[in-house]
């Protein structure tokens, strides 16, 4: 590892890009009172009538071709008005195109420049104009690059497209140059660039020379591929190293909400972009991510910096809250109780993640030290009781992450569930580019299972059926395919598996459906009924003579299901709803309708029958067969509990509470609470005693209310007997006359 190490930072070391070929963007309008001949300043968005006027003191523009000017329409079309005779009589747009300098510096990495934008050309592509591919020649001393910026005018096509180092870019100038904005594109001069035929409107815009100020090295471009080749041999040289991933640390720290390859900084671009290319040449794998260097400890005081008094107390407000902010101003880190090194943020860019990975520091392939300097996050506490002031620091250093894709099977072992899933997506979605290893390598996960030991994992195991799919081998689906299909069912989205059972024979499923059916699993029979209902949308006979096959075993999964259940109510609600979709196809078969209404009623509870039941009934406007079945016994259910209207209690008496708690209370207030005479019981006796019956009395349902009286020590727990029971059974009872009412109107 170490002269791999070694390698690796020697030639990255002489990587001195300057970033980015190409930086593009959009900003809002400023007018910038062009004037063209010194005629009336232009208005914008420009219009045709204004176009056709400018052209007429336009010329056709040429092109460079060697040492020469060349004038040739099959190469260049387009208007063109020198900048000599332009004129801006907004102050405000020098100031303007400063702002644009200013925010593609970073992303062609000449923050460390001075660079000026000079005015070049005015150019107007009508339809049908074009210009092939072609670099830019230096039209003055110390130029480096071109600047682009669209002017407001209604047009489509001519779009710019950009290429450097195998790489091509295109920018779009129609949407925001229509939409009242101006866009920009900045590249390099030794980009080659074309322009494609405009097909409506008119392209009006700005050209300026990006031009680098005397006195300073000069601005250059380099080339990766020589960089990626060498880079290639190093890797390629390592890949039956087990110290895999390798993470080669780049040179400076990013927040995770920002770190995408367009804000990484200096020569930490090329760098990346050099390590990305390597790789692919290599047969390795490359991911960007955040190495976090975590750090907690003590918080040091630097009283000479604060404008609070030097006592320790005065960072205490009068509230009670330290001042954190004070803290983090002028506090460091004293000496350091605990330190780990994480990845847990990665690069959306690129192939999925690793997830989140604990490492030693020996495992940095890195030219800096770390911890030096400020950390980009840290947090301050101070005192909290007897502990001390606390100081807390992350340093999130850019790095790239590579790895064999030989090896590629060791690393997904070691993921969670969720990363392999997400690995999975990113094969299928690539399926024509990946190889046969990496095809193979799916295969081998899907059959040795994903789930860890560990409580399930909820992801969405969607990607197995997407590469069911691409994978197209109906033996496979059959012999191995249906295991995991059936384990992992209500995980599975609904369209997938329509997908799915479009792309296979319907026999392909039968005992995939039958096994999810019969699991007694009320998840995975909801899902089941709403995957069918979403078939029937698909409007095929294939998968109608699917669902219908599904459809006659619905008695039998429902009946190994636990529907009343007080835990499954919301899922009940749902199946209910999706076997009265799938009723309709039944409507005529009395046995299946008879089934059916037996399966969700043989249960009853009131909280089934009003909640579920009642409640999905009411709701469906449609009144065939199956809802009229099973509303009949809904409603005969509802009269035996209104016939049967709650009485009040005949005495005090009260049954004792069945308890294994607070046995010792119970005995003791056991003839006060049977006794169908005594209403009220007065306790008197210290707090521990009377906070103990409290306690009782809260720990279960019970007809009784407590209140202290405080005369007298010690104080009085008075307990008195209610009637909330019988309250509360006559208020279900009123519930039940109002709902019955709604079921005779249904």
Known sequence: MS??????????????????????????????????????????????????????????????????????????????????EIAFNNKDWNNFIEGIIKQIKPDLGVEQHSVSANLYKLLIYEKGDFFLQHKDSEK??????????????????????????????????????????????AFYADCNHEISPITSGYRVCLVYNLVQNKGEEKIELTE????ADRLSTILKNSEDDLDIPKIVLLGHQYTPSNFTMEALKLNDRPKAEALILAAEKAGFYAKLGLVTSFQTGELEMDYSKSSRSYRRDRYYDGYGDFDD????????????????????????????????????????????????????????????????????????YGAVFLWPRKHQYEILTKLKTSNKL???????????AIGEDEKLLIKRMAGEGLEENEFRDRSDYSPLADWLINQADEKYLVEKGSIFLTNYFKLIALESWVKLLNKYPNNCFEKVFSDVGEKSKTADVKHLLEVLNLLLEVDTLKQETFVDGQIEKIPNYLNTLTLSDEDEKTKSKDILRNVLKLGKRKQEDGTWLKNVTNAFTTALNRNYVNDVLVFVLLEHKENEELAKAIMVVCKNNLISRVNDKPQPPADWARPLPNTGNFKKVWAFLADFIQSPTQQVFDYRQNQSAR???????????????????????PHTLRLIKTQAAYQRELAKWVTDVGLLKKVEEW
């Not at 997400?422 to 024509?432: F, L, V």
């Not at 409290?694 to 020590?713: F, P």
Request: charged fraction near 25%.
């Open 3 to 84: 002269i791999i190490r070694e390698q690796l930072l020697d030639k990255l070391s002489e990587i001195k890009s300057s970033g980015s070929f190409l930086s593009t963007g959009t900003r809002s309008f400023v007018f910038p009172g062009l004037t063209v001949r010194g005629g009336d300043e232009i208005g914008f968005p420009v219009n045709p009538v204004q176009i056709k006027e400018i052209i007429k003191v336009a010329h056709k523009a040429p092109f460079g071709k060697g040492s020469e000017t060349v004038l040739d329409t099959t190469v260049r079309s387009a208007w063109e008005i020198d900048a000599s």
């Open 140 to 185: 003055e001393k110390g130029m480096f690059g071109t600047l682009i910026v669209g002017l407001p005018s209604t047009h489509t096509g001519g779009n710019l497209t950009v290429s450097f180092d195998g790489k091509a870019k295109i920018v779009d100038f129609s949407a925001p140059s229509s939409q009242y904005q101006i866009p920009f594109a």
């Open 224 to 227: 990766l591929g020589g960089y």
């Open 325 to 396: 902010d004070e803290l983090l101003e002028n506090g460091t880190m004293g000496e350091v109780f605990d330190e780990y090194i994480q990845i847990e943020h990665w690069m959306n860019e690129g192939v999925p993640s690793l997830g989140n990975i604990r490492i030693d520091e020996e495992a940095l392939i890195s030219a800096i030290q770390l911890n030096e300097g400020e950390p980009i996050e840290k947090e301050a506490e101070g005192y909290t009781g007897n502990a001390g002031m606390e100081m807390q620091y992350w340093y999130h």
């Open 422 to 432: 997400e690995w999975i997506n990113y094969y299928n979605k690539h399926w024509d």
């Open 691 to 713: 906070t103990e019956i409290e306690n009782a009395i809260l720990n279960v349902t019970i007809d009784l209310t407590t209140e202290t009286i405080k005369k007298g020590s």
